[in-house]
């Protein structure tokens, strides 16, 4: 059911890849409420994803950014501007690689050229958006601009490895942005950290398969999932959040203020069935 949210707005969408990816699902969403935006990614995953479907689908236009270039990202935003005739009112940053999880480097034994590339395209990439989008005056006021982070920023979870320091440092963007951003032109800048969901990059994490099960089992409300959190998305977007930035807004069915439940209990139980105290 769509609600209008966006009607009359406009904005830049990052990420998406595949019908998988939450950025994928946002752009649906958006459409559906009313949403006028362009979608970007990389040239080298727009080869390997379905985007042109989905510009299609929402009637938008690609624009190819390298999110780690300046020269990419301003000419994004003076484009996008130009196709969708004013400012924007919103953006989502749904942008995360590491080489050094690809190439199942653990964290005590990082490439640290890896460790640097992560970085860039997963966090610093949010400051080059924003830096830019201030220079060129280019969100309208009571804006919206939304990253997707993960618990990781704050928790240690085995084999999120050097993606945790990234989602770390883009949580801290969205606060220091955030309040001078609000302070000057009226604009939020939040994150959203999400459960972790089955998405093409997500897939690539170490154990990705135990971990939706022990969130899914630990979570009051269960794993949120890429449907859910566009939904979510859709009010961060809209005017019903006005008021609401520099927050870091869990959407993970209730898996961060959990130690352990009961269901999670039954299961460590029952792995501990039949194995004497000498195997602990």
């Keep these: 059911m769509a609600y209008n949210l966006l009607k009359g707005k406009k ?4 990420g998406a890849l595949d019908h998988k990816s939450i950025a994928w699902k946002v752009a649906e969403k958006a459409h559906e409420e009313g949403a006028v935006f362009t979608l970007t990614n990389t040239p080298t995953a727009m080869r390997f994803g379905e985007i042109n479907e989905l510009a299609e689908k929402c009637n938008a236009e690609i624009i190819p950014a390298d999110a780690t270039s300046i020269d990419d990202i301003e000419n994004l935003i003076q484009k996008s501007m130009e196709i969708l005739g004013g400012k924007l009112d919103f953006i989502l940053h749904s942008i995360g690689m590491s080489m050094n999880v690809r190439k199942k480097r653990v964290y005590n034994d990082l490439r640290y050229d890896y460790f640097m590339k992560t970085l860039d395209i997963s966090s610093i990439s949010f400051h080059k958006l924003l830096q ?16 997707l982070s993960y618990i990781a920023a704050q928790r240690v979870l085995y084999g999120y490895n050097d993606m945790a320091d990234a989602k770390a440092l883009l949580e801290s963007v969205a606060r220091s942005f ?16 999400q459960s ?26 269960g794993n949120a999932t890429a449907d859910e959190c566009a939904d979510f998305t859709m009010v961060m977007f809209s005017d019903l959040s006005k008021k609401v ?33 000498d195997d602990i």
């Excluded at 904005?11 to 990052?14: A, E, L, P, Y």
């Excluded at 609000?182 to 939020?188: A, M, N, S």
């Design 245 to 277: 930035t520099m927050q870091n807004i869990y959407h993970d069915g209730g898996f961060s203020s959990m130690g352990m439940s009961m269901r999670a209990m039954r299961q460590y139980n029952k792995s501990l069935d039949g194995i004497s105290e």
């Design 132 to 147: 830019t989008c201030y220079k060129f005056d280019a969100i309208n006021e009571w804006g919206s601009v939304v990253a």
């Design 11 to 14: 904005g830049i969408i990052f």
């Design 196 to 221: 972790p969901t089955r998405t093409t990059a997500g897939s690539g994490v170490k154990g990705v398969e135990g971990l939706l099960d022990f969130t899914e089992r630990m979570s009051p409300l």
């Design 178 to 193: 955030g309040y001078i951003y609000g302070r000057e032109k009226k604009i939020r800048v939040n994150t959203i950290s």
